[in-house]
């Protein structure tokens, strides 16, 4: 079993900055690709950002240029670093991770999300 952890999350007010981290533990052989989405209330989950296991990083459009990716293997954490934060970035952010366990079986987990609150 694989689980997921997610930190970082708040009250910021319009233009601030927070970062999130989401730590996996458990029967992990390798982290494929790993990404943040969000939800706001009455609206759908929507990804925010991926990075495969070999950086390669994809953002959605709202978030290019204000939010970043990263992720550190050794600790099994991916990050992301939100900049130059607006009002509807609130919602309830979500670790995803594609995982490879120890018995070469792949799959996907979720975090229990991170609350995050944007306004003045």
């Known amino acids: 079993q694989v689980q997921l952890v997610e930190s970082g999350g708040g009250l910021a007010q319009p233009g601030g900055s927070l970062r999130l981290s989401c730590a996996a533990s458990?029967?992990?052989?390798?982290?494929?690709?790993m990404a943040w989405y969000r939800q706001a209330p009455g609206n759908e989950r929507e990804l925010v950002a991926t990075m495969t296991s070999g950086d390669t990083t994809n953002y959605a459009d709202s978030v290019k240029g204000r939010f970043t990716i990263s992720r550190d293997n050794a600790k099994n954490t991916v990050y992301l670093q939100m900049n130059s934060l607006k009002p509807e970035d609130t919602a309830v952010y979500y670790c995803?991770?594609?995982?490879?366990?120890?018995?070469?079986?792949?799959?996907?987990?979720w975090g229990q999300g991170t609350q995050v609150n944007v306004s003045s």
């Open positions: 995803n991770a594609d995982v490879l366990d120890l018995f070469l079986r792949r799959r996907g987990y």
């Open positions: 458990g029967s992990i052989l390798k982290l494929l690709t």
